[in-house]
């Protein structure tokens, strides 16, 4: 049983240029949810996709948005990429809820890097 | 936007002492998870906690949802250097709007 898988797993930009990171979610998940943490400070979340339609948004710009396909796999897209970008950014599966509890199975991380 | 306090930032323990971290809401909580990150590593999800003054263990480790729901606590009895990593809250309030604590990073000092 595959978990959650995510690519690329390093990626080196340009300020200005756009970006996509993809993640698999684990067998039979059917959310995913994104995040951004910075070099020792704790997650952050930037949305969640859950019947391919964004259904919760941290506080992060437009330049961030993303998709999420028929198999439930997602993408993040950034576009005009800043310094402050630089980050981890993870992606998380889980089971919709409904507003009930649920936990979050993690990818390794996609590390992004702006120069 | 609506934030849980986790303190304390850092904790230094000698191997065999015990670790405490707790996370802090001003507002009622419908859930609580907590998650550890090994370093270079990413969250793994340990517990979740839904009911009104819940307590669970695993092993050595405890951890609690207050009666109000508005707090919680991860509590390690003789830590062991596989303990270390950053332990993080993680929480759904009553908006169904999802929040993390900043973490609570556990030092086994040699």
């Known amino acids: 049983d595959a978990g959650v898988t995510q690519s690329p797993t390093h990626l080196i930009k340009t300020r200005g240029q756009q970006v996509t990171l993809r993640c698999s979610p684990k067998?039979?998940?059917?959310?995913v949810s994104w995040y951004q943490q910075a070099l020792g400070q704790g997650p952050q979340f930037i949305f969640q996709y859950y019947e391919e339609e964004e259904r919760q948004r941290g506080n992060f710009p437009d330049r961030f948005s993303g998709h999420q396909f028929p198999n439930y796999s997602s993408e993040l897209n950034v576009n005009a990429l800043l310094l402050g970008d630089s980050a981890l950014y993870l992606c998380?599966?889980?089971?919709?809820?409904?507003?009930?509890?649920?936990?979050?199975?993690f990818g390794p991380g996609t590390r992004l890097t702006v120069t | 936007g609506q934030q849980v306090m986790q303190i304390p930032q850092y904790q230094h323990v000698q191997e065999g002492e015990d670790f405490t971290t707790y996370c802090n809401s001003s507002?009622?909580?419908?859930?609580i998870q907590w998650y550890k990150q090994r370093p270079g590593g990413h969250p793994v999800f340990l517990i979740q906690l839904v009911k009104s003054g819940e307590v669970k263990k695993q092993k050595r480790l405890t951890f609690q949802f207050g009666e109000a729901k508005k707090n919680s606590s991860l509590h390690i009895t003789a830590t062991q250097t596989t303990d270390v990593g950053t332990y993080f809250c993680?929480?759904?309030?009553?908006?169904?709007?999802?929040?993390w604590g900043a973490g609570t990073k556990l030092i086994i000092k040699p």
């Open positions: 067998s039979g998940h059917d959310t």
């Open positions: 507002t009622t909580l419908s859930n």
């Open positions: 993680h929480a759904m309030d009553s908006n169904y709007q999802l929040i």
């Open positions: 998380a599966s889980s089971l919709k809820g409904g507003g009930r509890a649920y936990e979050q199975y």
